[in-house]
């Protein structure tokens, strides 16, 4: 071998720094420009994130367009407006001409973009694959002209360079626009900015969105709220899961002149009173000013507060989508298929993870129009953004495999893997840090917690579909059994009649009797300049009296402005809640039960679930038998003292089927 | 709306630049720091490819050492040492204590580390979690001490900082050893240090590795090889996948005074006289200075290049592991599994990606106490790296899923996803940049041409798995036949000499006529100390006389050293193989060849393959019939000619089963 000594120096004169910008020109595929049919996707990406991101910011109802042209063989020019806030001059070369710059990186709120990588990443591929500047046009306000900068990205120095500048008249009242052109592919496919922008349009109803393709076609998903998400707040970090570095940090740079005051005001969930048990336990004084604290020290602390019990996270820095407008999102851009179930979307309470909190919501949809013999579609989503590659490293799909689906009623080769069935699984997770497995930001990383929460929400999404199978095969062979009887019964009558020689004779109240069910009915009327309102018919078609309770659940916002009439017996704010106790019906017998909402209120009747208690899910159509985890408000045995048989034998209304010429054999399955 | 004026304000006053360290410190995830027990193996695997790179470049056999030890309830100490070249002292804060800064990043040949990140990151975690600077020992020539330094990372200004210094007497004659305490958990599993070694010895057979785990076990993987592999050479960019901005830079980095020189001399496969056609294409004159270049003739050349028919990669920046090695450290690993077969290793030449030359090569194992009923075990490599992480998201994983392996007899339900069987497939991807999905370094991005390359040597492994199998059914079914044949006659004779009252016959001729088979012998004598020698046997147990032709393959290196007796009718020293045509053997008949290696030669008997042509695979045992695509060296004529009944009736032997009390039935299959 050569002498090692000459070795160690050759090799340290080859010793270099590495620019971000020259790295990431080289691993351009971590950044999700492998290839030119995702590069484009991932410009649109990008660009659509930051406006959503701005909009937001501003409290602005998002209006976004997103233009995408072929531009010889194999370039594709891509160009991205929103209504934003805009850009401030002196800021837009370093936002599109910089990686790792941003203002979101140190905010502790959820956030879509939140590396300060993105839309830089974009302006350095264009550069590198066609040598063209990003054209940025930005405007702040409505008096002002927009300024026009043509941006490269000087890989070496990861600094950005003006090309040209000018000012220009725009018609957007306030907003940013950037196009770039790019070496890439365009098609549309399950991995496209297509499908992108529909899969964004589920999670962020409150945004119009605007897609031109190159062929000329023009796809427009309207929003469907008008009520911009309120802006996550900025949280402290929470101590659970935070590392001896991090709290050291945060010490360092509190400058609370105290101890105490920095444990309470610094970190969130410490309360005074938790912050004078954890610096009893670890021993130092409350005074202390926390930037003066050794290693040893910060260790103890970190000890004592990881041991403590302090305020669960809270909500403020999470921004959910909510199982209304989950509902909404999906029905809005499923319609075409039709599905006949919506599963109650899931939220899971904020938990911590390394000091941040995150929360899962899932949306499942199942029957209609889709597949029934395909893999379930998982629509994978972080931040209200659309996950579209990677989904075999992504913790969403190894908890949705993990999962026996066998038992929830979807098919599932060896009860794991991806279940097939006519199924829609849509998995929200929000954080004001999600823990990406790469720059590209399209899968999640493998983690203890996350996937925990995952799992929970998944199971309860998938018991209520199983609760959905079940009662649908039961109502199934009821409603079967309902058709033979209405088939029957006419021709029996009828043969009998002739044989007697009298009259056929009226059969309503005979097969009211026989269908044996109380039926809820809803009634809608058109938006009126009063408001809305619907109307709701609960008809005793059962032998006996009954003594029915009904209740309603519909989204909180919802129900702190509904009206109701009759008054209902009881409203639980918390739950979404409200009930009657009906007046004891006879058979045959109708109550009516009014809701109502005031002028512009934006409501979709399907959001209001009906339940009845007092009659089993048998006997029951048009609505659901209570869960049986909720509160039956009146005592089972009022219910059932209340109830008497209409006849003196319930048998009395029977028919022998078997002697009935169909030949079909429908038994009593009470 | 707020005045989107003050609100583009406001956000400005938040933008920020963001160090690189503190985004890693926020997305450790990305490095392969998500939970406590992939942060053990990640830092491990770091240390060690750094050592393996070091000893390599030094051309040092590697002898490397990894110590694992508990501290407390969950922190781990985790110490690797090296025999490599050292690090000079003024070197060692920047290798460690700082990302993005490293030897290799601007080098174009294959190394395991190429980022200038990992190590860095291990420390950054470090001092994250238990606040202790790493503490690195580094001796660059025998006769001087070691330099001890105890080095933490600024995560704000990405720079080290040396928390302490020393000089210290260490054994070793020169080497490296770094020592990190971090928050992790020390498992044994399948994502374990433990099972990333066995896979590194796998790939690295010249490297001695020591794993001394927390309770005291001591692991050692011996080399099997004692070759240093080649250092791959730098090559400059190839021009094809090329991008504009890369063509950019190193004709503004060229300083070479003309442009035909930068072509032929900063470019790989540009050959002169390409360059006169590019240049003419491009309408660009050869004397123009490099540099002088705008961006439009840029363009022109880059689309000239991409045009132009160049010579081929270059193999020299790239170092494959070679078939020999790959079966032999899949042999040294996987030895107590005993497998029946092991399929000639595929190596597909190089091909261009971005400018950059890769190769694949597959390794297939099969059978012997494998799981026969379990998924494959897919060994992933990329640079001598094994990949433990994200199976899922890897290009190698999705290329073997996309094979139809029913086709090559293992099972697969539906015709794509892991094949099920008792298999082992090793896939390595070599490439002066390999494209990870992120900077952990555990996944290859999907790419069209590396997708190819992987599916194309796949299916190469899956043809030799096949032969082996359908050869396998054949064979069994042969030494059934002859079994049972050894039992029946022997008792046949003995019944009908008691009958006719004659002593029993000698059998052996009748034996060996209806054996009917060519059988080639290994005799392996012992290594001496004029060298190592084999005796081949090959018997014509036929009842006809036989002209054949014996060929033997073996790897290249071995056969440019192989001494043969007699001489072989021909040698192909590119293809690794020799052949005789043997004299002509009457039934019963035997011939010898001898193959000696000189003494020290490395040689395992095992990496020759003996091959017989003049009989068909279904008369041969010991040797493999002749691969179709092999070109026989006699006419087929000559050989046909020369084989002649041993007697006039070949039926003259035949014993009519049918009449014997064994009453197994044993046709003639020929």
């Known amino acids: 071998m050569p002498a090692p000594r000459t070795l160690a120096q050759q090799l340290a004169s080859r010793q270099r720094e590495i620019s971000v910008a020259e790295f990431f020109e080289r691993n351009r595929q971590i950044l999700g420009f492998d290839n030119p049919q995702r590069a484009v996707l991932t410009a649109v990406k990008e660009a659509v994130d930051n406006s959503l991101d701005a909009c937001e910011e501003a409290k602005v109802l998002p209006e976004i367009r997103v233009e995408i042209a072929r531009e010889g063989v194999d370039r594709v020019r891509v160009a991205v407006d929103d209504n934003g806030p805009g850009i401030l001059r002196r800021e837009i070369p370093n936002v599109f001409g910089r990686l790792l710059y941003g203002s979101r990186f140190h905010a502790n709120r959820q956030a879509r973009g939140q590396q300060g990588i993105g839309i830089s990443a974009a302006v350095l591929f264009a550069g590198l694959t066609t040598g063209r500047p990003a054209r940025v046009t930005s405007k702040v306000a409505e008096e002002e002209a927009a300024h026009v900068l043509e941006i490269a990205l000087d890989t070496q120095k990861n600094l950005p360079h003006v090309v040209s500048e000018d000012l220009e008249l725009w018609d957007r009242p306030h907003g940013t626009r950037i196009e770039l052109l790019l070496k890439a592919k365009y098609v549309r496919g399950r991995q496209s900015p297509f499908e992108y922008l529909k899969n964004t349009a589920i999670v962020n109803p409150h945004a119009r969105l605007i897609l031109l393709e ?24 929470h101590p659970y899961g935070l590392e001896l570095g991090e709290l050291a940090s945060v010490l360092k740079a509190s400058g609370r002149p105290t101890l105490s005051e920095a444990l309470t005001r610094d970190l969130a969930g410490v309360s ?104 379930v579609q998982l629509l994978r989503f972080a931040n209200r953004v659309p996950l579209l590659f990677q989904q075999g490293a992504c913790a969403i799909t190894n908890a949705v495999q993990g999962l026996d689906w066998r038992r929830y009623g979807l098919e599932q080769r060896g009860g794991s893997g991806v279940p097939i069935g006519p199924c829609v699984i849509l998995v ?106 619907a109307a709701i018919q609960v008809t005793n078609y ?102 008497e048989d209409a006849g003196s034998d319930e048998a009395e209304g029977e028919v022998d089927y078997d002697a009935a010429e169909a030949g079909a054999k429908v038994g009593d399955d009470e």
Chains 1, 2 share one sequence.
């Not at 050794?294 to 041991?307: I, M, S, T, Y």
């Not at 499923?334 to 599963?343: D, H, I, K, Q, Y």
Request: glycine share 6%.
């Open 428 to 533: 929200h997770v929000a954080s004001t840090k999600v823990p990406f497995t790469s720059e590209a930001k399209e899968a999640i990383a493998e983690d203890p917690e996350i996937d925990r929460e995952l799992t929970l929400a998944l199971q309860a999404s998938a018991r209520h579909l199983r609760t959905h199978l079940s009662r649908k095969a039961r109502r199934n062979f009821a409603s079967e059994k309902f058709a033979i009887i209405l088939k029957i019964l006419p021709k029996l009558a009828e043969k009998t009649s002739r044989l007697v020689g009298e009259p056929v004779p009226d059969l309503t109240a005979v097969i009211t009797k026989i269908m044996d069910v109380v039926h809820v009915e809803t009634a809608v009327a058109p938006a009126s300049a009063s408001g809305r309102c």
């Open 214 to 237: 190159p062929d000329g076609t023009k796809a427009t998903y309207e929003r469907v709220s008008s009520e911009v998400p309120a802006i996550p707040h900025e949280v402290a970090p």
């Open 542 to 643: 059962t032998p006996r009296a009954r003594l029915l309770e009904l209740f309603v659940e519909m989204p909180l916002e919802l129900l702190a402005k509904a009206r109701f009439s009759p008054e209902p017996a009881g409203v639980d704010p918390d739950l979404g809640r409200a009930w009657w106790t009906l007046a004891r019906l006879a058979p045959s017998e109708r109550t009516p039960v009014r809701v109502s909402f005031p002028e512009g209120q934006d409501v979709e009747w399907a959001d209001l679930d009906w339940y009845v208690a007092g009659v089993d899910e048998g006997h029951l159509l048009g609505a659901e038998a209570l869960p049986g985890d909720w509160e039956v408000r009146l005592p089972r045995a009022v219910i059932e003292a209340a109830a």
């Open 272 to 375: 005074p009173r938790s912050a004078r048990e954890v610096l009893e336990q670890s021993h130092l004084p409350a005074r202390r000013p926390p930037s003066s604290l050794n290693g040893e020290e910060v260790e103890r602390l970190l000890a004592a507060l990881h041991g403590a019990s302090l305020l669960p996270p809270s909500t403020e820095a999470l921004s959910p989508i909510g199982g209304l407008l989950i509902k909404r999102g999906l029905r809005n851009v499923l319609g075409e298929v039709r599905p006949e179930f919506f599963a109650p979307p899931v939220s899971r309470p904020p938990r911590i993870r390394g000091g941040f909190p995150f929360l899962v919501e899932v949306g499942l949809v199942y029957g209609g129009n889709l597949p029934p013999d395909q893999p």
